[in-house]
């Protein structure tokens, strides 16, 4: 959205001419370039020495747009700012250098102008503009509103039930209760028969029900009114007892008179439509043990597994309210990896432990030459995912006995197939990508030529585009995932309008304030993480073990380094030993500050030692430089490196062993999607300093339920967390007040039960909303094939790494 907002009247940038050229000189000077908040202002701060005139120019027009500007494109002599004031809200200015004049341009324009630095002599660019169809979608206004999209679907819906089509959307809504009558459950019929095949008729028979009804003990069984409501047209769905049949008839029959959003939001969560759900997680190790800590194989299989368990049990809950006997189904569809060593990624089918109705189930990836053996990265997944659509839907066809109510992908290659499968299949969609990797990597869409071998985000951020379009709901975990914070857009926002020279220009890739964004944070399973004052509950059984894998003095192949002064509370920190973790950033931190070293151990689990065993670029580079740091700093002695740990449950007592030191979590990454490994060691007590780019700045409320830290800025953080640790030495409950803050703000904001109520109700209010909208989200569609056929296919096969192919192992007769 552009808005006017910080340019609603010109700025004039000729007051103060003599400091502005110079500033502009300087932008200008080095020739083009793409500038950053912190380049610009430290030209400034060059260009202007005398601190008072400095001030004085940034009071003025300059200073405006440079507190909001988030990048500058420089083609001398023109100078294009992209100016951000709210999340979500973008202004755009082009200054000419030497007149100093100022122009208003589009973000299209700004766009091409930017080009100009990367590849000047670009011609005839593909255009990509989603928003073109999206001219009749309600839109939300206010950037507080961003992720709240459900609430205002109901308020959408509720609007079309009371307008010119009032008595063609009311008829949709009793045709929404026939669809549920054709899904035949043991061949009976559900809600309504076709007796009731007008809005009159079925107010009028609502009307008679409810007086028989309210007649009733609340606790009668359905049972023992079903054949009086039969006759009035009603069919099982409405309830198990006299109470809650008379409650979805009175929110109905309220709605059909006077509809508001939230009798309309209650109906939907009522209407008995989804129990058979598709979840997509395509690449890394998927599995209930032996996985995490792999590579590509982290929080979302954790995130998964325990959203699998709080649907199931949810669907359980509404399926009795619902006075019903249906069994639901829910399958998570991943990559079958035949050279999966040692764990479970090679059989087809597993059941998830603690549920009684859902299943893992594996589909090999097929080529021309076989199945394919060995993992593969998920930036080299590409070419594999249509071919693994096409054979996971015949399979989960054969296995649902029918097609799913509901699918759900995950991350870029689980979202494409997901969008695929449910275009095919005609089923909601929804999405899910708590990493977009798009805002991981510094202007990795302009210079996206120089990573694409590496990366090939050629093919993941046209697939991005391409599912975020396509779906019909956005589940996101935090607010910054979809718009960001003050200062830093969003995930999703850095796909509203973008470039990459060359490829194509994408003018509108997603609006941030489309209804379809909603918030739904997860939680940690509260079995496996909970407080270390929960002394009954802890597994001691593992404390043996721990004992042995912190302190132990001989280097094993599960551990080395040792920690010389055990009295010393730890530090602690997990991930996978991906770049952006930054587990070498702490490393290097609590090298190099004195003051930490002296409060306190340091304990890593992740990755492993021997660098020429890992299969992954980034993991063995993190190794290598973990060895160095070691030596640079000569942290034997403070320091105990463990291997990745894939057993979740010694992994709670793990964290809550280092509770007992008295120590805390840290979490260094320069960026964070969501971090359940936040979630996990604040559910155990443990005080934790976490990342303040992305979404650990909204799980934490920093200095209250734990801490901020900087990834950018190493000597500001580690004193942070040295602090902490001296102010803890001078006072002995300081550690536990932040403990019991950090647990407070789990159980208020953070659970699987808020999450699953909420999903589900999507499923129900957007497969409604979708009918309603039914034109355009064909047309749009329509669009998205066509990007699918053209762009995103060509650009898979050339991503084909040479030499994978021959991994493939001949299929067997
Ligand atoms: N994890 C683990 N062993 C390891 C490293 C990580 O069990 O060696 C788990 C960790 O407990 C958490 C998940 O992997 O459940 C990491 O999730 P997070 O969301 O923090 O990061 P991601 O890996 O998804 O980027
Ligand atoms: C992916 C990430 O990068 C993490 O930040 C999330 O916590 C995880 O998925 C689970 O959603």
Request: with cysteine; charged share 25%; net charge neutral.
């Amino acid at each position: 959205m552009a808005s006017v907002a910080a340019v609603d009247t010109m700025p004039d940038l000729r007051q103060s001419q003599h400091h502005m050229k110079r500033c502009f000189d300087r932008f200008t000077g080095k020739g083009r370039r793409l500038m950053k908040f912190q380049q610009l202002q430290d030209e400034v701060e060059q260009a202007i020495e005398d601190k008072i005139e400095r001030a004085k120019v940034l009071g003025g027009s300059l200073g405006d747009i440079l507190s909001s500007t988030q990048e500058a494109a420089v083609v001398p002599p023109f100078v294009a700012f992209a100016i951000r004031q709210n999340p979500g809200v973008w202004d755009y200015v082009k200054v000419d250098s030497g007149s100093l004049s100022v122009d208003i341009i589009t973000s299209t324009d700004y766009l091409k102008f930017k080009e100009i630095i990367f590849d000047e002599k670009w011609m005839n660019a593909l255009e990509i503009d989603f928003g073109a169809f999206d001219v009749r979608v309600p839109r939300l206004a206010l950037p507080s509103s961003i992720g709240s999209g459900l609430g205002y679907i109901s308020k959408f819906m509720t609007s079309m039930l009371v307008g010119k089509l009032r008595v063609q959307n009311l008829w949709l809504i009793t045709c929404s209760l026939l669809i549920v009558t054709e899904r035949q459950e043991n061949q009976k019929k559900l809600m309504i028969n076709e007796t009731l095949n007008t809005v009159e008729t079925l107010q009028e028979s609502l009307m008679v029900a409810e007086v028989f009804i309210s007649a009733l003990p609340k606790d009668t069984p359905y049972q023992n009114f079903e054949q009086k409501l039969k006759e009035w047209g009603f069919e099982k769905g409405w309830g198990d007892n006299a109470e809650r049949v008379g409650q979805t008839m009175r929110i109905l029959s309220e709605m059909l008179q006077a509809p508001d959003p939230i009798n309309t939001e209650a109906f939907f969560s009522r209407l008995p439509v989804i129990y058979d759900i598709v979840i997509f997680s395509v690449h890394g190790y998927f599995g209930q043990a032996d996985v995490l800590g792999l590579p590509d194989t982290g929080g979302q299989v954790v995130y998964i597994l325990d959203q699998v368990k709080a649907l199931e049990e949810e669907l359980l809950l509404r399926i009795k309210q619902q006075g019903l006997n249906v069994k639901p189904k829910i399958l998570v569809v991943t990559r079958l990896i035949p050279d999966a060593k040692g764990n479970k990624c090679n059989q087809e089918m597993e059941p998830i432990v603690n549920t009684k109705h859902s299943h893992i189930l594996r589909v090999p990836f097929n080529t021309e030459k076989g199945v394919l053996g060995p993992w593969v990265s998920r930036f080299d997944i590409y070419p594999y995912l249509e071919r693994f659509s096409q054979d996971a839907t015949a399979k989960i066809l054969e296995l649902m006995g029918g097609k799913p109510d509901l699918i759900i992908g995950n991350y870029t290659d689980g979202n494409l197939v997901a969008s695929l499968v449910a275009s095919k299949l005609g089923v909601t969609l929804g999405t899910i990508a708590h990493a977009l990797e798009k805002t991981k990597y510094e202007d990795s869409d302009v210079k996206w030529r120089d990573l694409d071998s590496k990366y090939h985000f050629s093919c993941q951020f046209t697939a991005d585009l391409i599912a975020m379009n396509a779906a019909d709901f956005i589940i996101t975990s935090t607010y910054q995932e979809i718009a960001g914070s003050k200062n830093r857009p969003g995930q999703y926002e850095s796909h509203v309008s973008f470039t990459m020279p060359g490829l194509h220009r994408v003018v509108s890739g997603i609006n941030v304030f489309d209804p379809k964004f909603n918030i739904a944070s997860p939680g940690a399973d509260q079995s496996v993480y909970f407080p270390f004052s929960d002394k009954q509950k802890r597994f001691i059984k593992f404390q043996p073990a721990l004992e042995e894998l912190l302190y132990s003095k001989e280097d094993t192949e599960e551990h080395i380094g040792f920690l010389a002064d055990r009295k010393k509370p730890i530090i602690f920190s997990m991930a996978r030993f991906d770049i952006v973790k930054n587990i070498t950033g702490l490393t290097e931190w609590y090298g190099k500050n004195k003051r930490l070293r002296n409060l306190v151990n340091l304990v890593i689990v992740g990755g492993f030692f021997d660098p020429s065993k890992s299969q992954d670029r980034e993991e063995m580079a993190e190794i290598k430089k973990m060895h160095a740091l070691i030596d640079k700093y000569q942290l034997k002695g403070h320091i105990r490196w463990i291997a990745a740990q894939t057993d979740r449950y010694r992994n709670g007592e793990l964290y809550r062993f280092i509770a007992d030191t008295k120590g805390a979590f840290v979490q260094p990454a320069l960026y964070e999607a969501f971090g359940l490994i936040v979630i996990e060691a604040m559910n155990c007590g443990l005080p934790t300093f976490a990342t303040n780019q992305g979404g650990p700045a909204e799980i934490i409320v920093d200095g209250i339920s734990g801490f901020h830290i900087d990834p950018n800025n190493g000597d500001e953080s580690s004193n942070k967390i040295a602090d902490f640790f001296e102010k803890c030495k001078g006072d002995s409950r300081y550690w536990n007040r932040v403990s019991l803050a950090g647990l407070k703000r789990i159980n208020e904001c953070y659970t699987w039960k808020i999450y699953a109520n909420k999903v589900l109700n999507m499923g129900l209010a957007y497969g409604f909303w979708r009918q309603l909208n039914k034109e355009q989200k064909q047309s749009k569609q329509r669009y998205v094939d066509v990007f699918y056929n053209l762009q995103f296919r060509k650009l898979a096969k050339n991503s084909t790494i040479p030499g994978e192919e021959s991994k493939a192992e001949p299929a067997q007769a």
